[in-house]
């Protein structure tokens, strides 16, 4: 479904992404994961077009991205729910889900009322809640806020950042169960994530990055018994 190949990244003259090459395949869960500041969510915004100086290749379904406009990328259906959650605060939980459906085409009243019962579906208490404003609510219900946001779409590939950052103990394993339950259906998704325990026990295969480069690859139980990531990310 997803294929990166040779991907170099900048900021200026600060090459970000070196030689990054990764691949997701259709129904698949697939993580990146390593330590903050190292390319993980500039690969992220160079797949959703937010990053112009880019060289290699990025394909989707069999054709090149990579040059595309954000907005005609999220119509091909690759949808990134961002680190941070970046909710509008001020407006309701429905406001915010409304909003999750722009700029995805052919998008009408009978698909918005689908897309609003599926999340709600998912996530009963937003829709206990959803005349309440985003702002107000807890930093797992907005994290839990931001996935449905991004659900709403209707993506073929959903792309989440950290969405376990800052979150309780209890939180962090509603999310892990939400995107268990998302994998299971069948959607695709790229998980980038630092809590290497979470991200490899949902994935199928994964990917560490170090210092902008792909340092292992493999699949998600052969990578948590790897000797690297033993080491660097789950202090055994």
């Known amino acids: 479904m997803l294929r990166i190949s040779a991907l170099d990244t900048y ?5 970000i992404l070196r030689n990054v090459s990764l691949e ?36 989707f379904r069999g054709t ?16 990134q729910v961002p680190q941070g959650r970046l909710l509008f605060p001020d407006m ?20 918005m009322k689908q897309s609003l019962e599926e999340v709600f579906g998912l996530f009963k208490i937003l829709y206990s809640r959803r005349k309440q404003k985003a702002g107000t609510l807890s930093g797992g219900e907005q994290q839990m806020l931001a996935i449905a946001r991004g659900l709403m779409g209707r993506p073929r590939l959903l ?29 695709s998704i790229l998980l980038v994530e630092q809590n290497a325990y979470l991200a490899l026990e949902l994935a199928d295969r994964g990917y560490v990055m170090e210092s ?12 948590a018994e790897s000797k690297v ?8």
């Open 11 to 15: 900021y200026g003259h600060q090459q």
């Open 24 to 59: 997701v395949n259709d129904g698949e869960l697939v993580t990146l994961i390593g330590a903050n500041g190292n390319g993980k969510s500039t690969l992220l915004m160079a797949i959703s077009g937010m990053i112009k100086k880019c060289f290699g290749t990025i394909e």
């Open 64 to 79: 090149r991205i990579d040059g595309l406009t954000t907005k005609a990328i999220v119509r091909l259906g690759i949808i």
């Open 92 to 111: 309701t939980i429905l406001e915010n889900l409304e909003l999750g459906t722009r700029g995805v085409t052919d998008f009408t009243s009978k698909s």
């Open 159 to 187: 792309m989440l950042d950290e969405p376990s950052f800052g979150l309780s103990p209890v939180m962090i394993e509603e999310v892990g169960r939400v995107l268990e339950g998302l994998h299971e259906t069948g959607l």
């Open 212 to 223: 902008g480069a792909i340092v292992a690859s493999g699949k998600a139980c052969e990578l």
């Open 229 to 236: 990531v033993k080491t660097a990310y789950l202090g055994i």
